[in-house]
């Protein structure tokens, strides 16, 4: 079974993130795979053991990304095709979408798709879903698990919804977003660390997809963010002092008249 698996570098979630002039300040940023898609390669892999074939990273991103994508290599992912091209940077969910679907066009057989459910970045959700469409692929987002029939026509994926369970058969080829709890992600072995970078890794430009750098990008993008802004700072906690009960009292005063949560 063939794989191709959507994958980011983003922030690592215990950096500090600074906003300058409106804009994310980028210097002293530690970078990772986002954990999401870490779900999504575990399982490609976790199929390919069970049914043979190989498994596809296709990453967008600047060059220092690279160190990053080594990740899914050393974890087991057979070759990398990076988007690395000045062009495909600043873009939002649909520019991104329409360099992977480009790529994956060219990369050709594939049986599944994998992607993260989102990235811990922006948050959007999107980029799977926007994938499936542009490729004219069934998809299930938010997936919790996941069976794929012997034969490999077609698969059945459950995802949480609220108040309960959704099951969805589908015919494969088809798009995937991983959630939590799909898998646990393996930890790289020495061994896999070592023939990462021995793999197949191409880079590809804009033109290398057929695309246009007017169609991707900040060009291509459907939405501009106009400003950066970090969240405001939380007051400083009050103390309430005197005897449990009457401070108890206190508190909930201070919670009904000046806080008005109660």
């Not at 077609?154 to 709890?181: H, N, S, W, Y």
Request: glycine share 8%; net charge negative.
């Amino acid at each position: 079974m063939n794989a191709i698996v959507c994958l980011k570098e983003v922030p690592d979630t215990e950096t500090r993130i600074e906003v300058r002039d409106g804009k994310v300040a980028e210097e002293g940023i530690q970078y990772v795979v986002n954990p999401y898609d870490e779900f999504a390669l575990e399982e490609a892999l976790k199929w390919q053991e069970e049914y043979g074939g190989k498994v596809t990273l296709v990453s967008l991103g600047p060059e220092r990304a690279r160190e990053s994508i080594l990740k899914g290599l050393a974890m087991g992912a057979d070759e990398v095709y990076q988007l690395a091209d000045d062009a495909f940077l600043g873009g939002d969910a649909y520019a991104t979408a329409k360099a992977l679907a480009a790529a994956i066009q060219k990369i050709g057989e594939y049986d599944v798709i994998f992607c993260g459910k989102q990235a811990v970045d922006a948050d959007n959700h999107a980029v799977g879903i926007m994938l499936a469409e542009l490729l004219d692929l069934p998809h299930v987002a938010v997936v919790s698990s996941l069976e794929i029939a012997d034969d490999g026509k077609c698969a059945k994926a459950e995802r949480d919804i609220e108040g309960g369970k959704e099951l969805v058969e589908l015919p494969l080829p088809a798009v995937i977003t991983a959630q939590k709890g799909l898998n646990e992600p393996r930890y790289p072995s020495f061994r896999g660390i070592r023939q990462a970078r021995r793999k197949p890794f191409t880079v590809w430009d804009v033109a290398d997809v057929g695309l246009d750098a007017s169609e991707v990008g900040a060009a291509g993008a459907k939405l501009e963010v106009v400003e950066v802004t970090p969240p405001p700072e939380r007051p400083p906690g009050r103390v309430v002092e005197g005897e449990p009960a009457e401070a108890a009292k206190e508190v909930a005063r201070l919670l009904r008249e000046e806080a008005k949560v109660i």
